[in-house]
């Protein structure tokens, strides 16, 4: 696969790393050859770039009353993704503002779905899987009353369940 050349309304410029397309037989990411999983460092910038352009967003940004994310809320977030993000191999997360200016962090991962959710009230993370069971208990909690026990606790089950799902990941989204 070679990196387009011309402007298109998705590409505008030649990319020296290598794209990615999505194979409609299996609906999992192709990587060009020599392109590495990505390793916590590469997920943690990810995540730094979207929480920062998510905190620029316009008032109004959903056609409605939609603020950009709360700044707390990015603090918040962030740290959330840093403490799952263990070792290289996992997949990446997908980050989906609120009109609140709260966030949901999603990785999905062959129907399996971890959720970490922020919002001005509440921290909540929650897994469920391919077969719509639950697979660790949900927590949710004021995120400005966090107890250090209680958050650690649900960090390890949600980073034991991410571990698990991410070795099913056939190929990795490239993180630039």
Known sequence: MSAPTEETSITIAHRARGDFAQDPQTR??????????????QIIRYTQLEIARLRRLPHGWDGG?????HPALANVAFNVVRALTTRSGLATPQF?????????????????RLTASVDLEEISLYGTRADGRDAFPRFGCRWFELQ??????????????????????AHQLPVL
């Open 96 to 112: 989906s503002p609120s009109p609140d200016g709260g966030l949901d962090i999603i990785w999905l991962v062959g129907g399996n």
């Open 28 to 41: 999992s990411w192709i990587l060009p050859p020599g392109v590495p999983e990505p390793h916590p460092a």
């Open 148 to 169: 250090p026990p209680e958050l650690e606790v649900a960090i390890k089950e949600a980073g034991r369940f991410l571990d698990e799902i991410s070795t099913s990941i």
């Open 65 to 69: 009353r939609g603020v950009p994310l």
